[in-house]
C-alpha cells in the first residue's frame, strides 16, 4: 500500500492497481492520474474536505464510484449519491477494507453547529481521523495521517491524540493553514509524540508517498 499526501487533507492510497482518495478539497490541486479510483472517502462537510469540482473530476475518470460521507455531506451534496456511513460501519470498496469511528467534528467555538465527522481506518493499517481526535478504540494503528493545525486544532490536544493512538508510523496532514515555521514547529511536537510510543515520524510534503 502506498499512501501519497496531497494538499491539506487530501490522501491518496493505492495498493494492487487501485486508489481510495480521501478528503479531496478546496486546498487542493487538482489530483490527476484517476482511471484506478474506486471509491472516495469524505470524513465531513467543510469545503476544505471535498468540494463539488473534485468530485465531478473523479467521477468523470471513474463513473459510479462510491462515496462514504456522514449525512451532513450527503444534505450539503445532493445530486452526487453519497452513500452514508457512521461511526461504527465497515464496507469493502474496490478492495480496500474501510471501518469509520468517531462522529463528531472537533469544537471550534460554541457559536458554530456542530458538524458530524468520521474517522476512517483502511485496511486495518492507515487511519485518518479527519478533524477529530477521535481513536480507534482496540486498533494497533500502523499509520496515523495526524492534523497539524486548525481553527480547532492546540497543538499540546494534538501530541495527547498521537500519544493516546501510539502509531507505529505518523505523518502530518491539514497543514494549509500554517504557515512554514508552523508546519515544522507542529511536526516536531507530533514527532516527539510519536516517538514516545517507539513510532517514527515521515515529513512529506505534498506529492510525497510513503509505502507501509
Known amino acids: 500500500m502506498r499512501v501519497t499526501k496531497h494538499e491539506h487533507a487530501a490522501l491518496r492510497i493505492d495498493d494492487g492497481g487501485k486508489t481510495l482518495i480521501l478528503d479531496p478539497g478546496s486546498f487542493t490541486a487538482p489530483l490527476g492520474d484517476l482511471d484506478n479510483v474506486v471509491a472516495v472517502v469524505i470524513t465531513h462537510e467543510h469545503p476544505d474536505h471535498w468540494t463539488p469540482g473534485h468530485l465531478d473530476e473523479i467521477l468523470r475518470a471513474a463513473p459510479g ?69 477521535a481513536v480507534p478504540a482496540g486498533v494497533a494503528v500502523d499509520a496515523l495521517a495526524a492534523p ?41 511536537r507530533l514527532q516527539w509524540a510519536t516517538e514516545q510510543g517507539g513510532g517514527e515520524f515521515f515529513v512529506l510534503e505534498p506529492g510525497d508517498s510513503l509505502d507501509l
Open 65 to 133: 464510484v462510491p462515496v462514504f460521507a456522514p449525512a451532513g455531506v450527503a444534505a450539503a451534496a445532493p445530486g452526487y449519491g453519497i452513500t452514508v456511513v457512521s461511526p461504527g460501519d465497515e464496507v469493502g470498496a474496490g478492495g480496500f477494507a474501510l471501518r469509520f469511528f468517531g462522529g463528531d467534528h472537533a469544537v471550534i467555538h460554541e457559536s458554530l453547529p456542530p458538524v458530524e465527522n468520521v474517522g476512517v481506518l483502511v485496511d486495518d493499517r492507515l487511519y485518518y481521523p479527519g478533524d477529530s481526535y
Open 148 to 188: 497539524l493545525g486548525a481553527p480547532w486544532l492546540k497543538i499540546g490536544e494534538a501530541m495527547d491524540f498521537v500519544l493516546e493512538v501510539r502509531p507505529r508510523r505518523a505523518f502530518g496532514v491539514h497543514d494549509m493553514t500554517l504557515s512554514e515555521i508552523g508546519r515544522s514547529m507542529h511536526r516536531s
